[in-house]
């Protein structure tokens, strides 16, 4: 029955055959290579006039110094990815790379970094698109936490199904988005180079107050806020196999139109933001993308448009983790480096034990975070960042490891990008520490020590179980059998017999757990005339599990050279809620025997007909 | 570990031996026996005042003749149960008494209706007991819900240590309680009859406004509210076993006494209530026995300690259901109409499960009816009075059939108290049927067919386990013994071993849920040597037990006279924790074995140091 209820809500199994991916042509691939970065642009420029805003920094040229900063970095990333795409056609994760090129351990700290990334970029992902539909529908955002927390559950339940083919599904959020965001820019430009255009009603802007050194830190800041632009461009780096051939060649033009197109949303929306003078604080109802849109295309069906697509492309980004979580998770799992359940692939071919461990994490960190995006973005850029430096810094060894033809240029270019997205981590390190970094470098600190942990264990695990020296067991006597018994009815029968049957030595017990009962069971017992004394066992505070292990510990004792094996007479009811209906005994009595050594357990059922 | 926190949280275990109650002389067990009925006062005639209220019945007429029904009422169920205690010295309950003289079923229905009183019971008395306190701290009104639930846990741990001599203990709140009520009373009685007293402060009422249908059914209403102060008024009945001897005249004198205080203090805080011009409607924040008692005794220290001790005494109240239902329910669970673990006495020689239970259940009905005592009312009465009227009937034909000395005199008192409670129970099954009656006779209704089911289920099971007529089991044959491997390593080396040895036929399994691993296996397998093919089971959709339950199945059907066995290897982790870090195919595998039929499990385990 319940095995009716898991199908009909996650599916029928799927063969292991299933499992060969599809190889996609551009136009299908980009949509799946390209959510999560694009996505970002829901909130990158919002955090960016956030910082800046906070720190009472006005004018139009840091928003734009900032702004060719940022593309500048993602035309530094990209350049540096290409790279890396050359060199692992067969997909390199930053695990992948750092664990190649720069030993385990950083292999092991960019997994870290990449897994708390995978998280974030649920949480965060969720949080702004429910922000989206909040700016909209402020019931929506009052709710924001439940919302997200029901899209969440949506995208998990829809990952635990496996859906195949998802790329056509997909196509659709994409491009609208892509669309009703060229839309906008659009009306955005032509209402600036327009007759009668509003940029002359908004005032021209006060001259930049920024001063020294709070100044300089501050737009330090909101360069750091900017960052999460950045957030799944490397995505591509790991999906090259979904590219159709020539895949390499396929994924680098990929990467570069993906690049292209992030940079001209980003711009366009900041420069859009300055046009129409808008201004962004911390826990408004409304996002900036939706202030934009509404300045630039009034509160008509475009604007809602915008703001749907936006939701869209941001639950679709967020579905990304969904695969790209339990992947890695598996890959360390199968590594030895987390607990080996995770690497198991479910009935419908997907990771479901990662899929359900990232629902948890994320929509724990939704419910802290009080399902608000600003609050989240601090925690958000560092394992990227981790991750970007550790995959340039892993290609700089590489090239001058492997020396192949136009190695020196791509060594220059992973260079730049290593020396360039190093400092940039330090940056969002040092400016975002107290905003909430430091949670993610306690948590990538505690990650590493459970990888430690959990290798050590299957390490130790591996050795205990070697067969390289045969052990020497305890002897396999057929001798000594206990029978434990609550009273004296068919179902001790067959047990009795067994155990006659597999041992010479047969003793029946029963324990004391109420004197009075203890004496009916003797009497009845002695009249059946099975030929073995009963043993009763005294149980003063009246537990029955206790007396009876500590009997077979005294057995195991006087026989210091074999097994001793327990046979365990159990009826079984016919429905699962009459288990209810009788003292657990047997179970309770099975998992207290499980720790005692040289103890061997024989379950003998009586299956009741009602 | 697990067992140091309960011994800390609960108390280290008690040895049966000190099952023996202690026999305790009057002023002591009157604290036992009268907490329960004594609070009552608490919220009796608030209700009383309240339904008046709502009906538009105005003035002190009805009112006072409201009291002097209920009070005409108190004695005669008094007068009543002096004859129980006659006739039962050992302690004569509803059920006992129903069973006894009107069969089986009465009684079950009797039991039912004890079940659901002693609920409420909790339920009532913490709600109004919170309700007491929030009287004075509005924040304790506004979490009311927080409130009585954590009263709920703390009254069942305290129990789940199953504390001894708590008369001393508890004689404290109740003395308090008659203390503070008396001084009240006194008070407001010197200010009725002093000079400048503040009745000719309040207005002489109006004429009462009670015409004729609508105000019968208002009043008759207004009645059965009132008659929630009868709750636990049958207590003393149950345990007349906790008295000194002579038990029985000791107890029919403490219930004498009861009486006189309940009605007692009942007038009293009526006329109290009349005098002071208060009125009540439901959702005020202050209860009236707040108002009256600050209208008499000023918002001093005397007013606090009155709050203070009917919060303590309905707290006691309740706790005297947490020994009342696990002892009815554990009668029950004997008698076969429960589920048997529900009988279990703990290792603090208290009826954990039952205890459980009952928490579980009051604090569902505090969070369904928001902590509102009000609202729980109209569902209390019930149970009590079938409790009442069934006793009484019983006891009427106890007399016609015993003809003992003074049998007329009590067969009259009786069947007066039968007629009586029997018409009570139906005015308040018709009043406040809509009120919350209809879901007591909906609950009792299901309890009786729980009662059926499980009755039924254990007669079935009893026959199936008779030994009457000796049944035939299949061969106890060492024929053929599956050993399912999930890998080659030391952990299957002693259970090949172990099925050689109780076998003739072994037949060694692994499933192939990935195919890769499947011919690694097989190729160390073979290395092995061990002289006995390995069978692969092939698993498509990459299930583990599945495959191996189906090839079981196979194995039972082609040997159909005898009994299977499987073999499990299991290793054993040596911390808790470390069980996460592995697949628990054994486990999943002897759960599903469990269910087929002529499969006898051994579990050869084996035990990791690390």
Redesign the interface.
Known sequence: MLSAVRHFVFGA?????WAQAERLAIPLAFVIVSSNALSSVAYAPEEVFIALGASGVQGRLYPLLLAIAIVLLVFIVVLSYEQVVRAYPGGGGAYVVARQNLGNSLGLVAAAGLLVDYVLTVSVSVTAGVASLGSALPFVYEHRVEFSVLFVVAITVINLRGVRESALILALPVYLFLAAFLVMIGAGVLDFVGPGGTAGASPAPAPSAVGGGVGAFSVLRAFAAGCVLLTGLEAISNTVGIFRPPAARNARVTLALLGGLLVALFIGVTLLALHFGVRQTVGEGETLVSKVARSGLGAGSLYYLVLASTMLILLVAANTSFAAFPRLASILARDGYL???IA????RLVYTNGILLLAALSVALIVVFRGTTHLLIPLYAVGVFVGFALTQAGMVVHWWKSRERGWLGALLANGLGAAVTGTVLVVIGVTRFTGGAYIVAIVMALLLGLFTT?RG??R??AE????EQ??V??R?A?SVVVVPIG?????V??AI??A???GTTVRVVHVAAE?EAARVVEARWNR?GIGIPLTILPS????VVQPLVDYIRDVVRQHPEE?VTVVIP????KRWW?H?????TATLL?IAL??E?R????????????
Do not use: T, W
């Open positions: 199994p799927f063969p292991s055959s607990a080996r359940p198991n692939l479910g009935d959990i264990h299957y130790a695990v205990a179980l070697s067969l045969r052990p067991f305890p396999i057929r009273g004296v009815h068919r179902a029968l067959p017999e067994y006659r049957a597999i004197e059946l003063p505070y009246r537990a097994y159990e009826f079984v009811p009459q209810l209906l009788h003292n657990q099975k499980l720790y050594r103890v061997i357990v024989v379950d003998v059922p009586y299956h009741l007909e009602h």
